[in-house]
């Protein structure tokens, strides 16, 4: 399965995107789903995580604002991202976890980049 993220581009502050995360194939068995930022100089950070229950946990930077979803009918995760702040500006990848027996397999998607200027 790989993962294709997309929606980022340039947004004022205080403005909204929305990512999105497809599949090559079925997320059904994605036991978890998360998207991850790492903005310039820094490492990368998980921003916010869906299981495939539909629990969500969010980054304390993002609660509040951000969205996390998964419609596993059209294998795509989402990002909603509202009220946007400079510091959210970093390149953001998508990340699925499959279990197969003990291991973890991670797919990851290759990042679409977010630019909020102030």
């Known amino acids: 399965v790989q993962l294709q993220a997309s929606g980022g581009g340039l947004v004022q502050a205080g403005g909204s995107l929305q990512l999105s995360c497809a599949a090559s194939?079925?997320?059904?068995?994605?036991?978890?789903m998360g998207w991850y930022c790492q903005a310039p100089g820094k490492q990368r950070e998980l921003v916010a995580t869906?299981?495939?229950?539909?629990?969500?946990a969010y980054a304390d930077s993002v609660e509040d604002r951000f969205t996390i979803s998964r419609d596993n009918a059209k294998n795509t995760m989402y990002l909603q991202m509202n009220s946007l702040k400079p510091e959210d500006t970093a390149v953001y990848y998508c990340?699925?976890?499959?279990?197969?027996?003990?291991?973890?397999?991670?797919?990851w998607g290759q990042g679409t980049e977010v630019t909020v200027s102030s």
């Open positions: 869906i299981t495939s229950a539909g629990n969500t």
């Open positions: 194939g079925s997320i059904f068995s994605f036991i978890v």
């Open positions: 990340k699925g976890d499959k279990l197969r027996a003990t291991l973890i397999n991670s797919y």
